[in-house]
């Protein structure tokens, strides 16, 4: 069990990325040694400041598929947090093996690290997108069969996979989330990114891909970082699968709308057309949170309000 | 589409395995061209001839994760047929690697292989081993979450995953096909197989794996074959999953009567005890197929016809 208020070692593979470094400021500030993993080709030093320099937090930068750079810093360690991944859905489809190799076999290299150093806990960060397109709306958990539309997809599957044999087959328990749209202040993908850089480059115009329909919901990393640690805190069966996310979805008009009017209203919105944004997209995703709100956890605000939340935050900052 | 009556190439991989083997035997009697493609590493040239000293079916002998060795032998087939796989779910536990590296990665590179030589269908053997140990039996292929607890599942489970993304991004289709414990004369593994050699090695005394309690649904691979090609010619979504079976199933304790009746009924049974045979084993299995009769494909013979024959085909034999 992860207890927020416990004092044991933790490691955190991703923990210089988007998530990773919230989820590390969230530990540290618990009082628990934390290591990062990361090979910083999406995360950055800079997300884990003043932590780093501060010598409260330790960075090894490295690649979870070479084991031995960071094996020994597992022993002893009460939990092992897996958020290290290629974060980007649309590099998979450009270069098939990036999701194999940063998702699947980074995967089973940092369980065969946990088994070997003996680490009782494994929490993982999956996502909806194992659901594919469903035909069920909100999706719990239970919903089959799983037919993922990305290699990414694809990847996080696999993944569960090996987390649950991993713990039926050596003892460890493991936590399997599968995230909504994350999105926070400090973001290095998705569609708000992509927004924002595109009026950035051309404040005439705001060209989005799709129709415009493709309706997600939308949860603030700081509440996705809360909610996976009551989780780990309360459930306790070997293997625990749980969906996090909010109650309301936004489609991409809306959010587009949004953000040229965060940026003084001026630019004009161009669909490209088509259901889906890209090949691997998948365009309606709506969660059941009911497993996680019985569990008595429930998000702070709405799809809607994190995005507006977010907005303010990247206009303040640009 | 796949039809039993087409003459177009086809490709098998694992083709000299013990159901591969029956597959290209189907396959060329229907007047398809077939390549096989198998590392003999379980399966075997003799259970191939005389196919193969007559020149009706060519083998292509190379391990499936080294594309270019069989890449040309894929230009013009119109289907590729995947049970190339770790066939020991036991193998697993103690070398982690072997089914990440048959079974996932493998898959991967057959797949690979296929989209360069745009082979526009893809037939795999998945496993019930999928589902775990399910909470609804019959099993449905709707069911989730899939929580497989062997690295043999997990791996099955990936190339689902897999097999999933390459149909939706390269616009193949695939037939995802969950077999229960498949059985025939020729066998390179499983229960059947284990209580022979135990039997031929010792006459007095059959040692039993677990409380002998365990259950599970046997088909015979010749049938198996049959309802692949069947659902091939039926069924046409983008991805097609279905389990095949039968209705009924057999304890471990029947079947070790049986094994024991079928040589002279001398041997004293003996049950090591506990739920589960090994680790990774699931003790209790039975697949709904009703999908698979609505579309109007019947299993011939129940789980314990099925093991009867086996039985008197394995004596005969001896």
């Not at 939308?218 to 969906?243: I, Q, T």
Request: hydrophobic share 40%.
């Amino acid at each position: 069990m992860v207890d927020p208020s416990s004092r044991e070692p933790v490691v955190v593979t991703g923990g210089a990325g988007a998530i990773g470094s919230f989820l590390v400021r969230s530990l540290q500030a618990s009082g628990a040694p934390v290591t990062v993993v990361d090979n910083l080709s999406s995360g950055r030093r800079e997300f884990l400041e003043p932590l780093l320099s501060e010598g409260s937090v330790k960075l090894v930068v490295a690649d979870v598929r070479v084991r031995e750079r960071y094996e020994s810093t597992l022993r002893g360690a009460s939990a092992l947090w897996h958020l290290a991944a290629n974060p980007d859905i649309r590099l998979g489809t450009a270069d098939p093996t990036i999701d194999l190799e940063q998702g699947t076999v980074a995967t089973f290299h940092v369980l065969e690290a946990v088994r070997r150093a003996d680490v009782p806990t494994v929490l993982f960060s999956s996502s909806s997108v194992v659901y594919g397109t469903p035909s069920v709306f909100p999706t719990p958990e239970e919903y089959g069969p799983l037919l993922p539309e990305s290699l990414y997809g694809a990847s996080k599957l696999a993944a569960e996979g090996l987390l649950s044999a991993y713990a039926r087959l050596y003892g460890l328990r493991v936590y399997i989330f599968r995230f909504a749209n994350i999105i926070g202040p400090i973001m290095t993908h998705g569609v708000l990114f992509d927004f924002f850089r595109k009026l950035k480059s051309d404040p005439t115009t705001l060209e989005v891909l799709g129709d415009g329909r493709q309706a997600k919901s939308y949860l603030r990393a700081e509440e996705c970082v809360e909610a996976m640690r009551f989780v780990a805190l309360h459930a306790k069966e070997p293997v625990n699968v749980y969906n996090l996310g909010t109650r309301d979805r936004l489609s991409v008009r809306e959010i587009a709308e949004k953000v040229v009017a965060a940026n003084g209203g001026r630019a004009r919105i161009v669909y490209t057309g088509g259901p889906r944004g890209w090949a691997g997209d998948i365009p309606q995703q709506l969660l059941s949170i009911d497993k996680v709100e019985s569990l008595g956890w429930h998000p702070r605000h709405t799809s809607a309000e994190a995005v507006d939340l977010c907005l303010r935050e990247m206009t303040r900052g640009a």
